[in-house]
């Protein structure tokens, strides 16, 4: 949560929409050392298989810590979980600066080719955005004389997250220094 409050204090989503803001550099290794901990359950395990390119490599659980990276941890204005809209003031404000015409519950907005999604690993278009942080699914999204016509109700917004960027750190002198350590 001081993560999230520190960038709170001078920072919002809506500003940084469509950019991620890193926090990694922050985090106290004690603070560290406890979520690594927690995530990858180290008092549970005695031994990690990691891979580093082509090469496959065992590290005790105990040497873990020391030997990783997590300052590319992130908070990501728009996640990839979403729910209903739960900011529909900013919905409207980015709705109107891209003029959209609103009459009741229904939207009217020019239509972009480049707003098409296609989903994850698909070719089908499975979405149209709005911007970084709101979407539709494609089937409730209608088009017609360039304009993509749509409800309110059936906006999605993304949610933000924090995440974890956690990366070995690990060489061929650690990697041996660790083997001798163990052997000796």
């Not at 929409?17 to 690594?36: C, L, M, P, R, S």
């Not at 149209?128 to 304009?147: E, H, M, P, Q, T």
């Not at 409800?151 to 933000?160: A, E, G, H, T």
């Amino acid at each position: 949560m001081k993560y999230i409050d520190k960038f709170n204090e001078n920072h919002d989503v809506f500003t940084h929409a469509g950019t991620n803001y890193k926090f990694g550099h922050d985090i106290e290794q004690e603070t560290a050392d406890e979520i690594v901990s927690a995530i990858y359950q180290t008092k549970k395990f005695d031994l990690y298989i990691l891979q580093d390119k082509s090469r496959i490599f065992a590290l005790p659980s105990s040497r873990l810590l020391d030997n990783i990276d997590i300052t590319g941890s992130e908070i990501r204005m728009a996640g990839r979980n979403h729910s209903k809209v739960f900011t529909p003031g900013n919905l409207k404000s980015v709705l109107t600066a891209q003029s959209a015409v609103i009459e009741g519950t229904t939207v009217s907005i020019l239509y972009d080719p480049r707003n098409e999604i296609k989903g994850r690993g698909m070719t089908t278009i499975r979405r149209y955005k709005i911007n970084s942080l709101y979407f539709l699914r494609i089937n409730d999204v209608s088009f017609s004389a360039g304009y993509a016509s749509f409800d309110l109700s059936s906006v999605k917004q993304k949610k933000p997250t924090i995440s974890m960027h956690v990366y070995t750190v690990l060489n061929r002198t650690r990697l041996s220094n660790i083997h001798k350590e163990l052997n000796s």
